[in-house]
């Protein structure tokens, strides 16, 4: 399975960026998407999750200003950020996830929010 992620890029803090994900090689049912970022110096954390059945978890601090959102199929997931600010700079990365647990990770794409 591969996962490839785009959407990154420079934005202004207060303007909005919609990060997509797409994956790939597989014939199989992923079960959930998801979206984690990791700043320089700082642990990968999550930002949002979505299930196959259409729920969703956020980081607390995010929600309200970022949406997950996925295709029918599972096999892409999308993020949109809105009224970023710099604290939001960082790579995001999608995961997806089996039932069983296996997990593949896509490549990042690196999003700066410019004060």
């Known amino acids: 399975v591969q996962l490839q992620a785009f959407g990154g890029g420079l934005v202004q803090a207060g303007g909005s960026l919609k990060l997509s994900c797409v994956a790939s090689?597989?014939?199989?049912?992923?079960?959930?998407l998801a979206w984690y970022r990791q700043s320089p110096g700082k642990q990968r954390e999550l930002v949002a999750l979505?299930?196959?059945?259409?729920?969703?978890k956020y980081e607390d601090s995010l929600k309200g200003r970022f949406t997950i959102s996925r295709d029918s199929a599972m096999t892409a997931v999308y993020l949109q950020m809105n009224s970023l600010r710099p604290e939001d700079t960082a790579v995001y990365y999608c995961?997806?996830?089996?039932?069983?647990?296996?997990?593949?990770w896509g490549q990042g794409t690196e999003v700066t929010v410019s004060s």
């Open positions: 090689g597989t014939d199989f049912s992923l079960f959930t």
């Open positions: 979505m299930t196959r059945g259409g729920g969703t």
């Open positions: 995961k997806g996830a089996t039932f069983y647990g296996s997990e593949f």
